[in-house]
Structures are given as structure tokens and as C-alpha cells.
């Protein structure tokens, strides 16, 4: 099964991706972290997408489709995998077609979460993450262990840097410009599945869930 989660900044893809990889046995493969992780090692990549990333902006369409390109042909993928955070364009999504069609693959559900802007702003304002290996928290809807500290690794957790209320704005008005029309055009390829993405992190996996054994071609 070849899945793609989509939804706005903070909404809980990167969340509910890893339950859903760990349950169905899929590689997920996040956008955001790719970019996160070369930033931190200071690489050709990181570089690039860093100045992007920290405006708030998207990066640009060919780095991003070749990131992918790249990611999906490696072995791992051969058993399915979770695209988060990709495609954010009409092009990347066009792009992401022909990629898999070469591959001989396809997207099989498109589950897309949805949630109440009050909501979204509460979840972004309290987003940590690990500075050391990425893990995500939330101050007070899913706080480590011990306080400031990652429970996998110990190390300090912190704010992003694009989680800052000058780009929450500026994101969420590129994620409806840009993003949004992505509904329509999975909607006609009936690959649709719209989640609700209110209530416990539990509650949500729950309803992907739901959504996922309606159909049996996973
Ligand atoms: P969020 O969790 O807030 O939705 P992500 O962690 O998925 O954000 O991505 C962080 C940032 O990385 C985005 O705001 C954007 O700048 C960049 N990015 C990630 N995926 C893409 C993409 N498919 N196209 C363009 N930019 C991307
Ligand atoms: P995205 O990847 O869509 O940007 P995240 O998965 O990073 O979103 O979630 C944003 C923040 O909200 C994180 O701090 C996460 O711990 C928290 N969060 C995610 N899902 C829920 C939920 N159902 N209820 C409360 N907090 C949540
Ligand atoms: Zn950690």
C-alpha cells in the first residue's frame, strides 16, 4: 500500500505518519525531515532549502521533485511507503505521477486531515521537536517524560525555527494557495479520504483507520 497524507502546518501529518508507517509496515517519507536533517548537517541541500524554509516559503518545486526522485527508487520503498509533506504543488503532484509511473507504482489513498484553524494555531504554538534526533512533541497535548528533554534521546527539545508566528500566517495562506487544489485533483481520481483531525492523537489514528479498512486493496 502507497499512501500520502496531507493537511496544513501543524494539523498532525508528521504525528499520525508515524503511527500509520508502524502499523501497516510502510517507509514514510517526510519532506520536512529530509529538509530538516540536511540543514543540520549543513549540506548542499540544506543549504539551499534552509533560507526557503525559515521565510515560511516553499522550496522549489524541481529541488523538491528530485529529493523524491531519488527517495523513492531506493529498495525500502518496494513494500510501500508514506508520502508527508509531497507533493504541495499541482506540479509536484504531476511530477509525482510520471516518477511512479516509471516505477510501475501508484498512490492508493490519499488521506487528508482536517482540522479547525483555532486548533491548528494552539497545536503549532506548542510543537517541539528534538534538536538531536527530530522526535515530536507537543508542551501540553503529548509532553516528554522529563521536561525540555527528548525521551528517545535525551537531548534538549525546541521550537522549529520556521514555527515562529510571523511564518504561521505566511504558511497557512501558501498551504491554501498552493496546497489546497490537491483536494480537487485527488478528489477526481477518487483517491480522496478525508479525516477529521480533532480530538486525541488516538482519536485520529483511530479514524484512519476506519478509513483504511473500508477498503481491501491494502
Ligand atoms: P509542516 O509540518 O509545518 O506542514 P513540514 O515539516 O512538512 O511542514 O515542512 C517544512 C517546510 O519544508 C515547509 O514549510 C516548506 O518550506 C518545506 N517543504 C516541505 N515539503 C515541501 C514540498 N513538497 N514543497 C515545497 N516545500 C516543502
Ligand atoms: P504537521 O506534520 O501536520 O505539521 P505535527 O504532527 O507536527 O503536524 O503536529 C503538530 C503539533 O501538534 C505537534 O506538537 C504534535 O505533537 C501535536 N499534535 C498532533 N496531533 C495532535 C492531536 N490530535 N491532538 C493534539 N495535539 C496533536
Ligand atoms: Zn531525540
Not at 505518519?17 to 501497516?24: G, I, N, R
Not at 525555527?161 to 496546497?179: H, N, V
Amino acid at each position: 500500500m502507497n499512501l500520502l497524507i496531507m493537511g496544513p502546518p501543524g494539523s498532525g501529518k508528521g504525528t499520525q505518519s508515524k503511527l500509520v508507517v508502524e502499523k501497516y509496515g510502510l517507509v514514510h517519507i517526510s519532506t520536512g525531515d529530509i529538509f530538516r536533517k540536511a540543514i543540520k548537517e549543513k549540506s548542499e541541500l540544506g543549504h539551499l532549502a534552509k533560507s526557503y524554509i525559515e521565510k515560511g516559503e516553499y522550496v522549489p518545486d524541481d529541488i523538491v521533485c528530485e529529493v523524491i526522485e531519488d527517495r523513492l527508487a531506493e529498495d525500502d520503498c518496494k513494500n510501500g511507503f508514506l508520502l508527508d509533506g509531497f507533493p504541495r504543488t499541482i506540479y509536484q503532484a504531476v511530477k509525482l505521477e510520471q516518477m511512479l509511473e516509471k516505477l510501475n507504482k501508484k498512490i492508493d489513498h490519499v488521506l487528508k486531515i482536517d482540522v479547525d484553524p483555532y486548533v491548528l494555531v494552539k497545536r503549532r504554538a506548542g510543537r517541539r521537536v528534538c534538536s538531536n534526533c527530530g522526535s515530536s512533541y507537543h508542551l501540553e497535548f503529548k509532553p516528554p517524560v522529563t521536561k525540555g528533554a527528548c525521551d528517545k534521546c535525551g537531548h534538549a527539545i525546541v521550537q522549529r525555527a520556521d514555527d515562529t508566528e510571523e511564518t504561521a500566517f505566511k504558511r497557512l495562506d501558501i498551504y491554501l494557495k498552493s496546497t489546497y487544489p490537491l483536494v480537487e485533483y485527488y478528489d477526481a481520481k477518487e483517491l480522496l479520504r478525508n479525516i477529521h483531525g480533532f480530538g486525541t492523537i488516538e482519536r485520529v489514528f483511530f479514524r484512519i483507520n476506519r478509513e483504511l479498512e473500508k477498503y481491501d486493496n491494502h
